[in-house]
């Protein structure tokens, strides 16, 4: 008999040999229905798959993210069997699963695939599913793989065989197509109920432009058709409010071809956001103990040696400028700078927690494919500190970050959210992750603790942690359902060790600190663009670029147009004032375009008793205050971030 350990910590015994759908079969038949996956260990395997040891296991259902994984994978299976199904020897590269669906590199030879091409795809994948084909795993001694594929004339098998050794070849099967794949896969093609094929797009083999050009299919599936009706729906409310489209329109932002691709400019209005956004975020650190540091720009390689970011993150580097004999990079992180100015000065016990911050411009290599708007960029600015702390203060350390997203959360109108804790695989200690099982342990253990402590929704998913700790991304949801992955924290117990940074403690011996990296409001790059979109551009407020327009009735009045903006712009509002020789009812429609929260109409009866006619966006007329009235309510709204 073996013990099986469940995620609720309970304990059950089974013969050797029992598989995760046996498992999920003995607790219920609802949950042998509905599960697809299985962690074993921290492992997803298939639910067939026999459990010989004592092993801790988690059944996944689609709505865990490694079940949604292997849903999405298994489903670009199908759509390779339909492909194959019309497009006989068609060659397959890789078919992994996204954020939302999954995709699959193929080579169709001399075939151009159209949208009805695409239509009959989807039909065929839908009457596969229908079939409800088993996966089935099988393995191959490589010699055999590589012959069998030679033969075939499969150069992309044979690369993947390349990298795989004899004993890990396994092949799987479903109806009339069979694949090379490590899996896991679902049970069978009949859980997959509703089917999508979403945009056909050109990508290089390995994604190198020197090689052959793919067709790259992206798809999406679902257990039911209502949640594929609400994604279509969501994408087509999303198109609406493309941070893109909005962002030129509202003059947020640009990109510019002498500037470079990736390398957003920030037009007066984006630059006002930002201020705001700083200034919530500043007063935010202040009243949390934060201190703000400044870092450079460019550093020598020998730093990111150090910090292990080269040579393993080279690649998402810009390359190295040389300089008097010494490589200078771009940074990429502000991390290593921060570590610097920590190991600047002897500290003590006392000293501690401290809390390093900077609004540090970071710049990224990004395939020029790759780049996104304003969510996938080149040059971006972080809402960045790194908490260095004893591990007693962690606790309340890592309490305090959770609590502060939470209020931004609610001033933002976020309501939606979800912590995805990703952890380590033990198995892959010394390779993936730092070999230091105690304090993964150790960090995994607080962070757990924490996240149960704060009530907070989260997500554990193995195996998806950073080189030197566990990580937490932060999934917020828009306005209309989409989700974004706007910041990570990470717990580091590496990096001190690397940078050789300690503290004195209170029994005068060296201690190392741990150190929490911290984002919560990302970039302004990518929060700008959430924001854009949860906000439809109808920016509240507070945070609105221009948050009152002046309208005078006509020319006569734009003095006191003048005095009423220039009193308004002395206390930090953002106010315009409209000069144009043009009819009111123009000028209010242009200023609506504009979506600014406040317009104020001024004439001849608002002149004489220093006021203003006031028009609220989105509700119309409120009737004429005196000027100082309205300044006393807007200075209230803004402090109450409305
Ligand atoms: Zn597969
Ligand atoms: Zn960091």
């Known amino acids: 008999m073996i013990n099986i350990t469940l995620p609720d910590g309970s304990v059950r015994q089974y013969e050797a040999g029992v598989t995760a759908y046996d498992v999920a079969a003995s607790i219920s038949q609802g949950l042998a229905k509905a599960v697809i996956s299985a962690e074993v260990n921290g492992e997803v395997v298939d639910l067939s798959l026999p459990i010989n040891k004592d092993a801790s296991l988690k059944l996944l259902k689609f709505d865990d993210p490694n079940g949604k994984k292997t849903f999405w994978h298994s489903s670009a299976h199908l759509m390779a069997e339909a492909l194959e199904f019309y497009y006989p020897g068609v060659k397959f590269w890789v078919g992994p699963p996204v954020d939302n669906g999954f995709y699959y590199d193929v080579d169709l030879g001399d075939n151009k695939l159209s949208a009805e091409d695409l239509e009959k795809v989807e039909k065929k994948m839908k009457e596969l599913a229908a079939q409800d084909n088993k996966y089935t795993r099988s393995e191959m001694p490589k010699a055999e793989a590589v012959k069998y594929f030679t033969e075939k004339g499969d150069e992309y098998k044979l690369d993947l065989l390349h990298n795989l050794n004899d004993g890990e070849i396994t092949f799987y099967t479903q109806g009339k197509f069979t694949d090379l794949c490590r ?174 911050a900077e609004y540090g411009t970071c710049y990224r290599y990004e395939q020029s494919g790759e780049l996104f708007g304003l969510m996938r960029v080149r040059s971006l600015q972080m809402n960045d500190a790194h908490i260095y702390c004893t591990k007693e203060q962690f606790e309340e350390e890592f309490m305090k970050v959770n609590d502060l997203y939470v209020k931004y959360f609610k001033i933002f109108g976020i309501d939606k959210y979800q912590m995805r804790f990703s952890t380590h695989a033990p198995e892959k200690l010394g390779q993936k992750y730092i070999n230091n099982p105690e304090m993964w342990q150790q960090t995994e253990d607080m962070v757990r603790k924490v996240l149960q402590k704060s009530g907070l929704p989260f997500v554990e998913v193995a195996d998806e942690a950073a080189f030197y700790g566990p990580k937490i991304d932060i999934q917020i949801w828009s306005a209309i359902g989409r989700e974004f992955t706007i910041a990570t924290n990470q717990v580091d117990f590496a990096q001190a060790e690397r940078f050789d940074l300690s503290f004195t403690n209170d029994k005068n011996e060296k201690e190392r600190p741990l150190i929490i990296h911290r984002a919560p409001l990302s970039t302004h790059e990518r929060f700008i663009g959430f924001l854009l979109e949860h906000y439809a551009g109808k920016f509240p407020l507070w945070l609105s670029p221009e948050q009152v327009a ?58 004489n008793d220093k006021a203003v006619a006031i028009r609220r966006q989105g509700q119309g007329d409120q009737g004429t205050k005196p000027l100082t009235d309205f300044i006393a309510q807007i200075q209230q709204e803004i402090a109450e971030y409305k």
């Not at 009111?584 to 009866?605: A, F, H, N, Q, S």
């Open 183 to 356: 899996g896991p896969h679902i049970p069978s093609t009949g859980f997959i109920k509703a089917i999508k094929l979403t945009n056909i797009a050109g990508a290089y083999w390995k994604g190198d432009e020197k090689n052959k050009q793919l067709t790259r299919i992206y798809g999406i599936t679902y257990p039911k058709q209502q949640q594929l009706d609400e994604y279509v729906n969501m994408l087509e409310e999303a198109k609406k409010r493309d941070h893109r489209l909005l962002g030129k329109e509202l003059e947020i932002f640009t990109f510019d071809d002498e500037v470079g691709p990736g390398l957003p400019l920030w037009l007066p209005k984006g630059g006002a956001l930002i201020e705001k956004l700083e200034a919530l975020a500043k007063k935010n650190e202040q009243e949390q103990g934060y201190v703000r540091v400044k870092s450079p720009h460019i550093a020598k390689d020998s730093l990111y040696i150090r910090s292990g970011h080269l040579p393993y993150y080279a690649e998402s580097m810009f390359p190295p400028m040389e300089m008097e004999g010494h490589k200078y990079y771009l940074k990429a992180m502000n991390c290593p700078h921060h570590h610097k100015i920590f190991g600047a000065t002897p500290k003590s016990y006392r000293d501690m927690p401290l809390r390093f």
């Open 550 to 607: 002046i309208l005078p009735i006509s020319e006569k009045f734009n003095d006191y147009g003048k005095e009423v903006r220039d009193s308004l712009k002395k206390l930090g509002i953002e106010a315009t004032l409209d000069e144009r020789p043009e009819k009111i009812g123009r000028k209010i429609r242009d200023t609506e375009i504009r979506k600014v929260p406040y317009m104020l109409v001024v004439g001849e009866k608002e002149m």
